[in-house]
Nanobody, 120 residues
């Protein structure tokens, strides 16, 4: 059974930092691409950052480039999102996503989300 469990969300002031973590199980973590998405109130879910399985190459939404960093620790089956210089518009529920192969089929898997609120 695939599980993705996010943590690290909370309330932070503008300009502050947070680090989100996502612990995964139920699939071969090191072979899977991993992403962070977010959904702000009244908006569609949007891509935030991604990291590949092979080279560890990363890509980011324009809105977070230079402020957010995605990384992975294959030994801990964990993907991180380091968020700095946070803005009120970063307020959203953040979701961990894995594109993973389970029983010979690739599928998207999602965590339950963690709330990030940026406010003074």
């Amino acid at each position: 059974q695939v599980q993705l469990v996010e943590s690290g969300g909370g309330l932070v002031q503008p300009g502050g930092s947070l680090r989100l973590s996502c612990v995964a199980s139920g699939f071969t973590f090191s072979s899977s691409a991993l992403n962070w998405y977010r959904r702000a109130p009244g908006k569609e879910r949007e891509f935030v950052a991604g990291i590949t399985s092979a080279s560890g190459a990363t890509n980011y939404a324009d809105s977070v480039k230079g402020r957010f960093t995605i990384s992975r620790d294959n030994a801990k089956n964990t993907v991180y999102l380091q968020m700095s210089s946070l803005k009120p518009e970063d307020t959203a529920v953040y979701y961990c996503n894995a594109f993973a192969k389970v029983w010979a089929a690739y599928n998207n898997y999602w965590g339950q989300g963690t709330q990030v609120t940026v406010s003074s």
